[in-house]
């Protein structure tokens, strides 16, 4: 059976300024192509950001022999009390990671609210690496295997959805760890994952309600390798 990439990214457009509202994507078998796009416009259809008066909807044939396959990052849960307890913990991570300036790189997801993607960030210099910073970096081609309908996939489901993305960005070239923080109102959960600490869910990382959120790749190396970072993100079927 033939493999197919699914992408949605829904919007809202008002006065010349664009909304994100929601995005998801799936590696499925041809048969299953209907139902997954049925469910993937409902959900841009229904969110709790706004409903989308943009969706947009790419479908892609996937050569089986161009795909990677990875272990799911190992996880752990950290429980805390208030955001500001769940950012020092962060904090903590980052330099567990020998990240010297983790206080300096958590003020930087103010800078991804109104990026579209990721920041591609030096953890050592702090300089955004993306091509285009209005857009940012958004990680593409991935799912889990064996994913089957048996998930409401017209319902966001965070965690399935984030382990996915971040097993495949931690093993990126010359990526340290990655920092998310959902900017759905309803999920104040957010993670700190690399290789080393695995998938770490923290329990709260902002206020309920607040539709502010961001993600950061965190980047250690020589300039010259950043294409081969982005190649990887942006193409590479996982």
């Known amino acids: 059976m033939e493999l197919y990439s699914l992408k949605m990214r829904a919007s809202n457009s008002k006065d010349g300024i664009e909304k994100?509202?929601?995005?998801?994507?799936?590696?499925?078998?041809e048969d299953?192509?209907?139902?997954?796009?049925?469910?993937?416009?409902?959900?841009?259809?229904?969110?709790?950001k706004g409903k989308?008066?943009?969706?947009?909807?790419?479908?892609?044939?996937?050569?089986?022999?161009?795909?990677?396959?990875l272990d799911s990052l190992p996880v752990s849960t950290v429980q805390v009390d208030t955001y500001q307890a769940g950012l020092k913990r962060v904090v903590a991570l980052l330099e567990q990671m020998n990240i010297a300036n983790a206080k300096e790189i958590i003020k930087k997801i103010n800078a991804t609210y109104n990026t579209r993607g990721a920041i591609l960030l030096d953890v050592d210099t702090l300089e955004r690496l993306e091509p285009n910073q209005e857009?940012?970096?958004?990680?593409?081609?991935?799912?889990?295997?064996?994913?089957?309908?048996?998930?409401?996939?017209?319902?966001?489901?965070?965690?399935?959805?984030a382990i996915v993305l971040a097993t495949k960005v931690a093993y990126a070239p010359n990526i340290i760890g990655e920092i998310c923080?959902?900017?759905?109102?309803?999920?104040?959960?957010?993670?700190?994952?690399?290789?080393?600490t695995g998938y770490v869910r923290i329990t709260k990382l902002?206020?309920?309600?607040?539709?502010?959120?961001?993600?950061?790749?965190?980047?250690?190396?020589?300039l010259s390798a950043v294409p081969s970072c982005l190649d990887y993100l942006e193409k590479q079927k996982v």
């Not at 994100?20 to 078998?29: L, Q, T």
């Not at 989308?52 to 396959?69: H, M, P, R, S, T």
């Not at 923080?181 to 080393?196: H, L, M, Q, R």
Request: glycine fraction near 8%; hydrophobic fraction near 30%; avoid cysteine.
């Open 20 to 29: 994100h509202i929601s995005g998801a994507e799936k590696i499925v078998s």
């Open 32 to 48: 299953n192509i209907g139902t997954y796009v049925e469910a993937l416009l409902t959900r841009a259809l229904h969110h709790s």
């Open 52 to 69: 989308a008066n943009f969706i947009n909807l790419k479908i892609e044939k996937v050569n089986k022999e161009d795909i990677l396959y």
């Open 135 to 161: 857009r940012g970096i958004r990680a593409t081609y991935m799912d889990a295997d064996n994913s089957s309908m048996s998930e409401n996939i017209e319902v966001k489901n965070h965690y399935n959805e």
């Open 181 to 196: 923080i959902s900017d759905d109102p309803d999920y104040i959960t957010g993670y700190v994952a690399s290789k080393e």
């Open 206 to 222: 902002k206020e309920k309600g607040s539709q502010e959120g961001g993600r950061i790749f965190l980047y250690r190396g020589e």
